[in-house]
């Protein structure tokens, strides 16, 4: 028995066709940077740096003495070499490991609190039908458009009739109600096939039992973004813990890094480093559910808390 030799004919068969439009594209990219890709790396370039420069500048600038720091002419490295001084007065004579406690605690019951609310609304808003469902869905939508600090005083007011200003629920309640995350978790569960639910009601699973069971594992990543947004926006919230709370001990650490300030005068270099250990934190997270962040910022398509 011989083998096959193979013809022109199978050979033509079995062979890639160039012409196709997927070989053609693939040579192109191959082929190199386009004008129009190097332009948008261009511009992205140059928008890190004016976004990295500064937190170079402060990151230097907070390993330097005071004198070095407001010295003229500015310099990068200093003469006697980088210090840990500025650090080691912010934390020893400071309430910064105080305020970076209060603004954990607040922040994580924020996040737990909104996203619980946030799931449970954006569900049955999604799933069951009642009446005054549209209005509640248009009150929702419209009350994303008021601004925050119109709801200051009436807030206020509210903490001072039940007795929460200068406590840490005074700092947390206000914070949970969040529409834009109720909105944005409400149209994911839209997603989410009915078939699904529609099996576990005819084998007698509860409203409850499936919004646990199967809804919540289908969003992990919405309710991952969504919590990491509101983290991030309850730590650095300055405005209404600057109103709420005035014992120093109960101050989160934008709150706090204020009161420094305005009471030592600029001091450049602790001013830095309180300014660094308050980013710290987040940069952390960032590091840790970047993923996370830019799905959610791809998938939701919001910018911000």
Known sequence: MTAATPTSESLSAVAPDVSAPAFKGAARRRRGPTPARLVAFAILVVLALSWLVPVLWATLTSFKTEAEAAAMPVTIVPENGFTLQAYINVLSEGLVPRWAWNSLLTSALVTIITLTISALAGY?????RFIGRQMIIALIIAS????????????????????????YWGIILPQVVAA???????????????????AALVDGASRFRIFWSIVLPLSRPILGAVAIFVFIGAWNNFLWPFIVINDSNLMTLPTGLQTVISAYGIQYAQNMAQAVLAALPLIV???????????????TGITGT
């Not at 994303?144 to 406590?167: G, K, N, R, S, Y």
Request: cysteine-free; hydrophobic content about 60%; glycine content about 2%.
């Open 180 to 198: 834009p995350m109720v909105f944005i978790l409400k149209k994911f569960f839209d997603q989410i096939p009915f078939e699904l639910e529609e």
């Open 124 to 128: 049955a808003l999604s799933r069951m």
């Open 285 to 299: 997270v960032f590091m840790f559910f970047q993923r996370q962040i830019i799905r959610g910022i791809a998938t």
């Open 144 to 167: 994303i458009m008021i601004p925050a600090q119109i709801l200051i005083v009436p807030l206020f007011q509210l903490m001072l009739t039940m007795d929460l200003v200068d406590t």
